[in-house]
């Protein structure tokens, strides 16, 4: 038999991680997990929505569909034994019919009312990996502390992460701050607003150290938790682990900050930022989340790497970095290859040559030299129409150079973009994604 776990976590940016080159914020748990893993180098979310990330890898793993709803066989990605333990009550009520056991860890009724925790083992990252530490060791079919209980063969474990609670203790932002930096400030609930052009750079600088302060609980609660799950003698069944980001988090680089709250989504019709805080903008900030894949299973050979699928020697891929893109309905191939390789067979890894991602009135491509973002606009919203042509307005960014992706370009690379738009249409009719 084979198992295999996935840790998904909302709103995590890699520039933050000592993997992607961090060195302001420790993260000695995940940078050490980064090592004796395969780092994807850019994995692309398919959209901002978590609803349509989600829907995206139940449709690319489901056996058997229902007319466009996601009622499944429960052998999810061809598991028959799958668990989901999570702290989103949203991502539980509507996904939750994917997997045969759910757990919803309702940590929001811990919180307290200032939202501040005093110390690392009450922050919700402490709370939801304690929890799926129980059922990682002692689960069948929801039976916690059954000694003799056979493991899930599949579990996923999603945190609320940077979109539920900023609840890491005040002394984790103090290690951030300088000697002119603001003070440490309890952010409750996340931030959620769009920056004045001319915004105080203190105000950015408190909202970067809370954010640094959350990775740090991160990296802490998933140290204990793979402590704590550790396996006591070598496993006699072929194991994989993906750690990887769901969505990223908007951190004023484009003047918005946060992910729009549940309750204050903006109606789809809408296409133009309005005064509740930021749209969905489908920049590289959003999208670009991190990826780390490992695997205790050994391989007797390796093979060259194709074009389109990348194979591992078990013994020679800790640290490697995959170049090619990666997009989050990714996640069900890589599980269906899993399990239908040998148990001493080689890792495969689908990649892609370009990344497309969508959200409501927006798509964009992402290429190894470019990114261009396509959007819906009406006319009426903008003074200044000389960038929309047809409805359409255009981005055009440089890469990898222009990482932020601030330094708009389609002016003067015309052909470049147009190019890309039909490379992006194109692309969107193959995934039947156009509409």
Known sequence: MKTAKIITVDGLNPRFLGAYGNTWVQTPFLDQLASR?????????EAFDKSVLMQRIAEASASRRESNSLQVEPNLFGFQKTTLITDDEVFASNFGNLFKTVEWVQVESEIPDDGQTDSQPETHFERLFSVAALYDSHMDSGNIGDSNA??????????????????????????????????????????????????DPDQRTEILHGYAAEIRSLDESLERYFKATEPKTASAWPSLTLFCGLRGFPLGEHLHVGIPPDNQRRKDDATNVDDTGPADELYCENLHVPFFLTSNATTTDSSETGETNLK??????????????????????????WLETP??????????????STCRNQSRIQTDDWSLILRSE?????????????????????KP??????????GICEEIADNLEASLKKELAARGLAK
């Open 343 to 356: 148990e001493n067979g080689d890792l495969e890894i689908p990649t892609r040559e370009l990344a497309i």
């Open 37 to 45: 893993s395969i780092v994807a180098e850019y994995f692309i979310a």
């Open 401 to 410: 150079d222009d990482r932020l992706e601030i330094n708009e370009v389609s």
């Open 150 to 199: 056979s493991p899930s063969e599949l579990i996923w474990i999603h945190s609320s992460g940077m979109s539920l609670q900023w609840d890491a203790p005040l002394e984790m932002q103090e290690h951030f701050k300088g000697e002119t930096d603001p003070e440490p400030r309890v952010f409750s609930p996340p931030p959620f607003l769009t920056l004045d052009e001319h915004f």
């Open 378 to 398: 009406q006319t009426s919203n903008h003074p200044d129409t000389q960038d929309i042509e047809d409805g359409i307005r255009r981005r055009l960014f440089a």
């Open 312 to 337: 591992f020697d078990r013994a020679q891929f800790e640290g490697d970095r995959v170049d090619q893109f990666l997009q989050t309905s990714d996640i069900a191939a890589i599980l269906r290859k």
